[in-house]
């Protein structure tokens, strides 16, 4: 009889052993996000890190923003941005580089040219860089051809990754005219908004994503506490999903 719980415990070790290992031993990846307030709207980052809690990559974020903040002011720290330094000392595996809403399609070799030295700076830095592809606004839909045009001419002269946001958008917008992506300024992402982006960031760099999310999310406070970040209707969810999935 004692062996027989001797053997149960060693067993019982083993495998609470093994599992704790399987966690610690998750893939993670550290993203910065360089943008602006397409990026920081509706803590896009944060969702991106909670929603990766249900793949098998872990991705722990970080973001060097400002509202209205094109490429060039990341370049020249402009806005109190410090994005370069960020970029060269933070050992980021991913930096994702997002330019001003109009800038791919106003000023396009602005928008190349300071792109290119960025991309140049992530590489030298170790990491990988992905252009954010962003949506066209709410009244300007016609405008978003000419933004994939201009960020895949970017990413095939830089060698870099996509994040095809806008076409997500577009798509979802296809699927259901009525899908409330926009706030009331046609530019700027609602809380849904910003959920289907970061599940396109998501899937763009782990591989997956989960078939079914909750319909809100919590982080913890400085005080222990939990406060809600997000919440929708888990119809919502899932549609959103479904649209990445199809991409």
């Known amino acids: 009889m004692k062996l027989m719980r001797h053997l149960l415990f060693i067993t019982f070790f083993i495998g ?27 803590n896009m980052p944060h969702l991106v890190s909670l ?15 400002a509202g209205g903040a094109k490429l060039s002011d990341h370049w020249y720290g402009n806005k109190g941005l410090k994005s370069k330094e ?23 070799e602005e928008f190349l040219k300071y792109s290119k030295k960025l991309s140049d700076l992530v590489k030298a830095s170790g990491a ?13 839909p ?32 296809t699927l259901r005219p009525d899908i409330q992506l926009f706030l009331p300024d046609g530019s700027h ?3 849904l908004g910003a959920f289907l982006t970061a599940c396109a960031f998501v899937n763009t760099f782990s591989k997956e994503l989960p078939k079914n999310l909750p319909d809100r999310f919590f982080i913890t406070d400085s005080e222990g506490k939990e406060v809600m970040i997000f919440r929708e209707n888990s119809l919502d969810i899932s549609f959103c999903l479904k649209v990445i999935q199809s991409l």
């Open 86 to 108: 960020a970029i060269s000392n933070g050992e980021y595996d991913i930096v994702v580089l997002q330019g001003q809403s109009k800038e791919a399609v106003k000023e396009k």
């Open 189 to 191: 992402p609602t809380d």
């Open 142 to 173: 016609q405008h978003q051809k000419t933004i994939t045009e201009t960020f895949q001419q970017a990413s095939k002269a830089n060698d870099c990754g996509l994040v095809m946001v806008g076409d997500a958008w577009k798509l979802a917008q």
């Open 16 to 42: 609470l052993t093994t599992q704790c290992l399987a966690q610690v031993q998750k893939d993670t990846l550290s993203v910065l996000f360089v943008g602006n307030s397409y990026t920081y709207y509706s």
């Open 128 to 140: 990988k860089p992905y252009l954010y592809v962003t949506w066209a606004p709410q009244k300007i």
């Open 51 to 65: 929603i990766s809690d249900s793949t098998k990559v872990k991705l722990i974020t970080s973001k060097s923003t």
